[in-house]
């Protein structure tokens, strides 16, 4: 009889582990872009919606400046002209599904992440007019569907790489 108790309640235990929800493939998007919000100063709070814990903003394509697929996955952030600080995350190398990172006209600083090249679906880069020094990293030479990167109007930047105009803009020697 004790035998037939513990099959039984392994089934069910096996049932409920089966019946519990899975990760939302939009929580591991939510970290990236909770990670680069809390890299910025926002002095205009555009960012106050970028916050997963108010009820009916846990999902990032209701944000302000964030664009969805028809997959819910991040295929835009837009944040244009906000006087927006701080520096850019490694973790934007994550957004698989991006396909446009628009940040001009702010005065964001640091370097840019390499890992900007792992966004094999980016079809557009702007970061001019920021404060950005550094390596512009080849990395993001060989994205494959990348038709417009412009890196002009920042700091001390260089490039990793030989550009082609029109697709790379920027005035910068190589490094």
């Excluded at 973790?91 to 702010?106: A, K, Q, T």
Aim: glycine fraction near 6%; charge should be neutral.
């Amino acid at each position: 009889m004790a035998m037939g108790r513990t099959s039984i309640m392994l089934l069910i235990l096996t049932l409920c582990a089966c019946l519990l929800p899975t990760a939302h493939p939009l929580v591991s998007e939510v970290k990236v872009l909770a990670v680069f919000k809390n890299s910025l100063q926002d002095p205009n709070n555009v960012l106050q919606s970028w916050d997963p814990t108010v009820p009916g903003l846990d999902n990032p394509c209701g944000w302000v400046g964030v664009q969805c697929n028809t997959q819910y996955k991040v295929q835009t952030v837009n944040l244009i002209y906000n006087k927006l600080s701080g520096q850019l995350v490694p973790e934007l190398g994550l957004l698989s599904d991006l396909e446009y990172l628009l940040l001009y006209g702010n005065m964001i600083t640091g370097t840019i992440p390499a890992e900007l090249g792992n966004l094999k679906n980016l079809y557009q880069i702007n970061l001019r007019q920021n404060k950005l020094s550094g390596k512009i990293p080849s990395s993001i030479a060989n994205l494959p569907m990348l038709h417009s990167a412009d890196f002009s109007n920042n700091g001390a930047l260089c490039w990793e790489f030989q550009p082609a105009p029109p697709k790379f803009l920027g005035d910068y020697p190589l490094c």
